[in-house]
């Protein structure tokens, strides 16, 4: 008998209360957060959606480990079972610790970017691009089109265009490609899985051009479970040995370790290229810590460690990808548009067609988002013009989509919070005509969207 509830393959172990606010409350504090999500106090929200990084809860397995956490400075047991654990799934030869996964890209930008050099992804996160550009080399998104079409049905539009990558590496040389990367699953286009097939062939070009291959990881285990569920002759297959193939065409990887492998804090930068690995490690040593714990503690690596473990488990996968899709597919039969298929991490609200009366530039994904924290204390976050639409020159210009997304930290919220998020969302969309836009009023140079300052319209 197949069940048509999801099993949620945990139960409540310690509480954290959730306050309920009211309009007025949420109102206040939005305007003393300059209607930037980003600067509400958490304690002003109710169902948190702003992101899946770090905010999951850890099992009773990881805080066990944790109790057993070794802090010696240099060549910790926790060091070795964290490293160990990584390499069961990503067997790179060096694995470098790092307090997170924007650390492990600065790092690895700062020995392979410079001015000239160009870096092609399927689609670039922020913290990757912007590290990427803060070495003045160039960011190039390189998704296949499906990628940007929101109700694409594509099984895996988070796939590389592999025509497109072969004619940039013939327009721009090899020689100033010093890394080609894949995000997996594709955070940036909907949290939309790359299948095996096409990791493969964006390995085969890198070998052929002489180029090397890194895998941004963060989502890996989601990804694998896409592929078992999707591609041709994966299904029953083990998701860990399917992270292995993926990861067997790479040269190296770059994650966060607060997404797929459970933590609350850290990431990684693992490659098998012995010249990177120690140029790598002697920036590590300046900025993030010694190389047998990075920026981390002891107690960090060990609850890695087994939250690795956990990320590949059948159980877990099957709850978490089947939940994100019931919220998405609520919200598509409710008449609210949304990326399709749905993700893996989060569901995107297709702010741009559920308020086509808000041009680009007045940030019709921002005006959503704050509708949803008004609305019922949910808060999500555009991901649209206000986080990539400032161009390297300073000026302005609109983003392929303009979304909001809900993250869904891991095994955090139940299915009666979900609910609730779907009701709020539905709630939303009577409104949406009356919508207006916003001005942003104040902003930094660099990843506007965490600081920048808006007014309604
Ligand atoms: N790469 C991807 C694909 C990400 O989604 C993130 C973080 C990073 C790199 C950077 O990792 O935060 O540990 O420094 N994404 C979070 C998010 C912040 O909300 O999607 P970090």
């Known amino acids: 008998m197949e069940f048509k509830t999801i099993f949620e393959p945990f139960r409540i172990h310690s509480v954290e209360p959730l306050r309920l606010s009211t309009p007025e409350e949420r109102e206040n504090a939005l305007k003393s957060a300059g209607y930037n999500v980003f600067g509400l106090r958490a304690v002003d929200v109710m169902i948190d959606l702003l992101t899946d990084s770090g905010t999951g809860a850890m099992s009773r ?56 050099k160009f870096i092609p992804n399927n689609t670039h996160f922020d913290t990757t691009r912007a590290n990427i550009e803060f070495t003045k080399a160039t960011a190039v998104d390189l998704v296949i089109p499906e990628g940007r079409d929101p109700q694409s049905r594509h099984p895996f539009k988070g796939n590389m265009d592999i025509v497109a990558l072969e004619a940039f590496i013939a327009e721009h040389g090899a020689a100033n490609i010093p890394v080609v990367m894949i995000t997996v699953t594709n955070n940036s286009g909907g949290g939309q899985p790359v299948s095996l097939e096409n990791i493969r062939q964006v390995s085969a070009v890198c070998k052929k051009n002489g180029l090397i291959l890194f895998l941004d990881a963060c989502r890996y285990a989601e990804n694998a479970w896409f592929i078992r569920e999707r591609e041709a002759g994966q299904s029953g297959r083990d998701v860990a040995d399917i992270v292995r193939e993926m990861a067997s065409y790479a040269d190296g990887m770059t994650i966060s370790a607060k997404k797929d492998p459970m933590g609350n804090i850290g ?43 956990e990320s590949v488990s059948h159980d877990y996968l099957q709850y978490r990808i089947r939940s994100t899709a019931y919220l998405g597919n609520a919200l598509a039969e409710g008449g609210i548009p949304v990326v399709q298929p749905i993700g893996g991490h989060a569901v995107y609200l297709d702010a741009r067609a559920l308020l086509p009366h808000i041009p680009p530039l007045e940030y019709p994904g921002q005006a959503l988002a704050i509708a949803l924290y008004q609305m019922g204390g949910v808060r999500g976050c555009e991901i649209g013009t206000v986080m990539f639409g400032m161009q390297p020159d300073g000026s302005e210009k609109a983003a392929a989509m303009d979304l909001v997304r809900l993250a869904i930290p891991r095994r955090t919220y139940t299915q009666s919070h979900i609910d609730y998020v779907i009701e709020v969302c539905l709630a939303v969309r009577e409104l949406a005509p009356k919508l207006a836009g916003y001005r942003i009023i104040e902003q930094p140079k660099l990843l506007r969207h965490f600081t920048a300052q808006f007014a309604p319209l």
């Open 61 to 116: 397995d990881q805080w066990a480990a944790i109790q057993h956490g070794d802090e010696s400075y240099a060549g910790s047991p926790s060091w070795e079972l964290f490293r160990d654990s990584v390499k069961s799934l990503f067997p790179f030869k060096h694995v470098i610790p790092t307090h997170q996964g924007r650390a492990a890209e600065k790092i690895l930008f700062s020995v392979l970017g410079g001015e000239g």
């Open 267 to 309: 990431g990684w930068l693992a490659l098998n290229d012995d010249n990177i690995a120690q140029e790598a490690r002697n920036l590590l040593i300046l900025t993030e810590g010694f190389t047998t714990y990075g920026g981390l503690a002891g107690r960090d690596l060990e609850a890695l460690a087994v939250g690795i473990g």
